[in-house]
């Protein structure tokens, strides 16, 4: 009977390291959403290079769709009035009679961000296109890192190539 052993991470950890990404995509920052991105995704892939080993693939799915609206609110609030909000999201694709109807809207950032025409004008592919990339994606690829088989450097197993 086969044992598996689960490294989990703790609370804290979790914790704080939630705040920190609060803190990086922080909405009065005044500075691209290129540049809050990439800030994420270096502070991710060292915290992930740290902690990837444990067990958290649902907390990062929760995280992901989290950072995800973030971004989103981000956006939002740097479109500031509604003539800016209507026109990017002409842009993107949304009617021109929903676009006025959706920025003339006067509820909180959050709220906006979980809105489906602004969620259907900054997509997850647009987001990509300006360097968005899922924590999801990123815990996948460290954990596959630290799966992969190593060579030991003999040839045909651990007898060698003759086998003797």
């Given at each position: 009977?086969?044992?598996?052993?689960?490294?989990?991470?703790?609370?804290?950890?979790?914790?704080?390291?939630?705040a920190k990404?609060?803190?990086?995509?922080?909405?009065?920052?005044?500075?691209?959403?290129?540049?809050v991105?990439?800030?994420?995704?270096?502070?991710m892939?060292?915290?992930?290079?740290?902690?990837?080993?444990?067990?958290?693939?649902?907390?990062?799915?929760?995280?992901?769709?989290?950072?995800?609206?973030r971004?989103?609110?981000?956006?939002?609030?740097?479109?500031?009035?509604?003539?800016?909000?209507?026109?990017?999201?002409?842009?993107?694709?949304?009617?021109?009679?929903?676009?006025?109807?959706?920025?003339?809207?006067?509820?909180?950032?959050?709220?906006?961000?979980?809105?489906?025409?602004?969620?259907?004008?900054?997509?997850?592919?647009?987001?990509?296109?300006?360097?968005?990339?899922?924590?999801?994606?990123?815990?996948?690829?460290?954990?596959?890192?630290?799966?992969?088989?190593?060579?030991?450097?003999?040839?045909?197993?651990?007898?060698g190539r003759?086998?003797?």
């Open positions: 009977m086969e044992q598996s052993l689960q490294v989990m991470s703790k609370q804290e950890r979790l914790k704080k390291a939630k990404l609060k803190e990086l995509t922080s909405r009065s920052q005044g500075r691209k959403i290129q540049t991105m990439e800030k994420v995704n270096i502070n892939r060292g915290w992930l290079g740290y902690f990837g080993i444990a067990s958290i693939k649902t907390t990062m799915q929760e995280w992901d769709g989290w950072l995800r609206r971004y989103r609110c981000y956006i939002w609030k740097q479109w500031k009035k509604p003539r800016k909000r209507a026109k990017s999201l002409i842009q993107l694709g949304i009617p021109e009679w929903q676009a006025w109807a959706v920025s003339n809207c006067r509820k909180a950032y959050w709220h906006m961000a979980k809105n489906g025409h602004v969620q259907r004008a900054i997509s997850t592919e647009k987001l990509a296109q300006r360097g968005y990339k899922s924590i999801l994606e990123m815990y996948e690829r460290a954990l596959m890192r630290l799966n992969r088989r190593i060579p030991n450097g003999t040839y045909g197993g651990v007898r003759l086998g003797i």
